[in-house]
């Protein structure tokens, strides 16, 4: 592959929940939707029909790799339209698809570089679990013996925990995202660009473009030639700038949209 490669988080940056539609304008003008996810037989995670035929389209001109925090089995629920990615990130970067299957070489490589650069996963979890006070926390969970995450009520989070908490992992070579309803710790060498490069190698992509909307998704965007963050998001939201990266001033569903327009046009032009 000598053409461009094109790496894309998916929630909140292709695709949407319907509580992340932002669909706030009047209702005769709202985009006809594609429903490309469903859990226990409902309908969870959309894009507009617009971007699905724009991606269809990208997926036969460039490499494209979606690049996940989900988990194997959560990204397997998500049905985009196009050709199926020969290459796709898992687990913020823990598990490498090929073809749909996890590369076993690629899980011992990273596995090893987190045993080298981070504290334990189990002290993380302990600690999460000291400070997840129940009157908030729906749930916890470790996503595939490799990352931990916290479901809240966002609004009642108490002042300074999050910076608290991210202070604490620091420290420990850990780093915290908040998206959504969700609060990761992750360590710090499990991250997509180190996926993203592995990809980069094997398939000898030339340009590469990117997008993402939160701050696990960051150094994502700067390990691309060019990248693209919505008008929502952590890297929104803390004005987050890196050169070579484009703010984007649409939101929700619409700025899926627009990413998606944005690869198509930058892989079509080199």
């Known amino acids: 592959m000598s053409g461009a490669l094109v790496a894309s988080d998916l929630d909140r940056t292709l695709i949407y929940s319907e509580r992340a539609l932002a669909l706030d304008g009047p209702d005769r ?26 991606l269809t389209e990208l997926g036969r001109a460039a490499g494209f790799v979606p690049a996940t925090t989900r988990t194997v089995e959560q990204y397997r629920r998500v049905n985009l339209p196009g050709p199926q990615p020969t290459y796709a990130i ?6 490498l698809l090929v073809h749909g299957e996890p590369d076993p070489d690629w899980r011992r490589e990273i596995t ?17 679990a000291l400070r997840a006070d129940p009157e908030w926390t729906r749930k916890r969970r470790v996503a595939d013996e490799l990352f931990a995450y916290l479901v809240v009520e966002r609004d009642r989070l108490p002042d300074g925990w999050l910076a608290e908490l991210t202070g604490w992992c620091a420290e420990r070579g850990w780093r915290v995202s908040l998206q959504g309803r969700k609060v990761y710790a992750v360590p710090q060498p499990l991250c997509k660009s180190a996926a ?16 993402g909307d939160s701050l696990l998704d960051a150094d994502l965007l700067l390990a691309a030639d060019a990248a693209w963050h919505p008008g929502h998001g952590e890297l929104a939201d803390c004005g987050w700038t890196a050169p070579g990266v484009t703010a984007l001033a649409e939101v929700g569903v619409a ?13 079509a032009a080199g």
């Open 29 to 54: 003008a709202a985009p006809r939707l594609l429903c490309v996810e469903v859990l226990d037989g409902r309908p969870l995670s959309y894009l507009t029909e617009r971007a699905a035929a724009l």
């Open 90 to 95: 898992c687990a913020n970067g823990g598990q």
């Open 112 to 128: 090893a570089r987190i045993a080298a650069g981070a504290a334990p996963t189990e002290e993380v979890v302990r600690q999460l």
């Open 196 to 211: 993203l490069a592995e990809v980069v190698h094997r398939s000898g992509a030339g340009t590469v473009l990117a997008a």
């Open 255 to 267: 700025a899926g949209e627009e990413i998606v327009r944005r690869f198509h046009a930058a892989a």
